[in-house]
Structure formats: structure tokens, C-alpha cells
């Protein structure tokens, strides 16, 4: 299946297509999360760690 086609289907509906533009915002969103969410985790075991 190309990326076309699986970017048409993202939306939920076939006849829905996403821009590349879109989908590659939603990506960085949630690139960006996952980076905020393993920074805090990190930075609360290294303070945890340190302090003991």
C-alpha cells in the first residue's frame, strides 16, 4: 500500500484524504509528546536519584 493511500485512510472515512502537510504536523505533535512525557520521566528519576 503506498503512503497515499494509507494517508487517505487515516481520516477514518476513504473518501477523507489528509494533506502530507497534516499528517506531518500531527507526527511532530506527537513526536513532541512523547519527547515532554519521557523528559519529565527522566528528570523526576534523575531528581529521585540524585537526592537520595
Known sequence: MCLCR???F???SPTTNISVVRASVAALLVLAGIFVMRFSFYMMHM???ISL
Open 6 to 8: 494509507s494517508l487517505s
Open 10 to 12: 487515516v481520516g477514518g
Open 47 to 49: 531528581t529521585v536519584g
